[in-house]
């Protein structure tokens, strides 16, 4: 689920990327708890392309 949120994001569909990020967020947290390393990357990623995002969107 992570690399399709990828892939779609490299194709420039960033409202599909973020949301399959945010229910992999989810899901991994439920599954594997909050402090395992999966869980963790995907917080990660999830903030850094918010961020890039809000970065575009002052540009424009």
């Given at each position: ?23 992999c ?36």
């Open positions: 689920m992570a690399n399709l949120a990828s892939t779609y994001r490299n194709q420039g569909c960033y409202n599909e990327s973020l949301e399959l990020v945010v229910t967020v989810y899901l991994r947290e439920k599954v594997l708890g909050i402090g395992h390393p999966y869980t963790v990357s995907s917080l990660t990623t999830l903030g850094t392309w918010q961020a890039e995002q809000a970065t575009v969107c002052q540009i424009i």
